[in-house]
């Protein structure tokens, strides 16, 4: 039986599965174990704005370090920047209305797997997700 594929439609089809199994995965921050998520929860009454610092620690590298503004009860998720599996630093600081200054914590995000919520409230909460 002959086959209706030509050398260069295989080759093609072959080139566009590699592009499409590889997206997502390069970069500075690529691994074949899957990628997690950051959410951060503003549970209080008043707008805040928030920093994030997400430290790899055995490359000292940051996938994610930004500065967010977020309304009274808003959520925001950071998606697949975590590398599952790695040990991270969470640094987290916010500011808002009613304090003076800012209010910061940090957390050891061991083995990495399950997204991470942030909460926060008068104080800073960290959770994994389970399931």
């Known amino acids: 039986m002959r086959s209706n594929w030509s050398r260069r439609a295989l080759l093609g089809g072959v080139g566009s599965m590699t592009v499409v199994g590889l997206s997502g995965c390069s970069g500075p921050f690529a691994s074949s174990r899957g990628a997690t998520d950051v959410i951060i929860h503003n549970d209080g009454d008043v707008a ?3 920093e994030l610092t997400v430290t790899q620690r055995d490359s000292e590298a940051s996938p994610i370090d930004t500065r967010l503004k977020l309304s009274p009860n ?20 916010f500011i808002d209305s009613t304090r003076d200054s800012s209010y910061s914590e940090t957390q050891a995000w061991d083995d990495a797997g399950q997204p991470l ?14 399931g």
């Open 48 to 50: 805040r704005t928030v």
């Open 74 to 93: 808003e959520q925001t998720v950071i998606n697949n920047n975590v590398i599952m599996g790695g040990d991270y630093d969470v640094d987290v600081s």
């Open 117 to 130: 919520h942030v909460m926060l409230n008068n104080q800073i909460v960290f959770a994994v997700q389970i």
